[in-house]
T-cell receptor, first 114, second 112 residues
Framework: GQNIDQPTEMTATEGAIVQINCTYQ??????LFWYQQHAGEAPTFLSY??LDGLEEKGRFSSFLSRSKGYSYLLLKELQMKDSASYLC?????WGGGATNKLIFGTGTLLAVQP | DADVTQTPRNRITKTGKRIMLECSQT?????MYWYRQDPGLGLRLIYY???????NKGEISDGYSVSRQAQAKFSLSLESAIPNQTALYFC???????????FGSGTRLTVV
């Protein structure tokens, strides 16, 4: 089956660092994505990992370990506008019934407090 | 103009009515998707299409149908709407070289 787990909610303080974890078990793997979604709005692309290691993009970094089925999104220097849901998604690859589409976790709602 | 446009943005309809949600894109992507989003359940795939002649069911296709009228247009229909189809619906597009999806702004559908 397909399973993507991430915490439901997290709280952090403005200016701090927060790490949002994601674990996955999918029938195939062809990349892991992180999206940000503000309430009532469309998800927007944050990062993409297909190889093990850390990808850094400004205040956001994402890490992947394929052997452990694990990723995290690291947000530094938190700002109030970072309050949003963060969605972890796995692209399931090809073959064995998989068709290279995204499977989403339920999202982590991050609240940034002053 | 937005790359992926969904209409309507908001809709309230009555139980039993037929309703169509429309999606059009200017990205030139061949792949299009319909997802619904419910609190606590995340984004769930309803239908997807990899080209005009290719339509596939997702994990929750019961009660829905789709039409891919052209490469740029992908419509979702609820033949007889029921209250548990109240949700936020997203259309998304991708191509084989893209890193991920481009989402439309969403349609908030309420069935009363």
């Amino acid at each position: 089956g397909q399973n993507i787990d991430q915490p439901t909610e997290m709280t952090a303080t403005e200016g701090a660092i927060v790490q949002i974890n994601c674990t996955y078990q999918t029938s195939g793997f062809n990349g892991l994505f992180w999206y940000q979604q503000h309430a009532g709005e469309a998800p927007t692309f944050l990062s993409y990992n297909v190889l093990d290691g850390l990808e850094e993009k400004g205040r956001f970094s994402s890490f992947l370990s394929r052997s452990k089925g694990y990723s995290y999104l690291l947000l530094k220097e938190l700002q109030m506008k970072d309050s949003a849901s963060y969605l972890c998604a796995v692209r399931d690859g090809w073959g064995g019934g998989a068709t290279n589409k995204l499977i989403f976790g339920t999202g982590t709602l991050l609240a940034v407090q002053p | 103009d937005a790359d992926v446009t969904q209409t309507p943005r908001n809709r309230i309809t009555k139980t039993g009515k037929r309703i169509m949600l429309e999606c059009s894109q200017t990205k030139g992507h061949d792949r299009m998707y319909w997802y619904r989003q419910d609190p606590g359940l995340g984004l769930r795939l309803i239908y997807y299409s990899f080209d005009v002649k290719d339509i596939n069911k997702g994990e929750i296709s019961d009660g829905y149908s789709v039409s891919r009228q052209a490469q740029a247009k992908f419509s979702l229909s609820l033949e007889s709407a029921i209250p548990n189809q109240t949700a936020l619906y997203f259309c998304a597009t991708s191509d084989s070289s893209d890193y991920g999806y481009t989402f439309g702004s969403g349609t908030r559908l309420t069935v009363v």
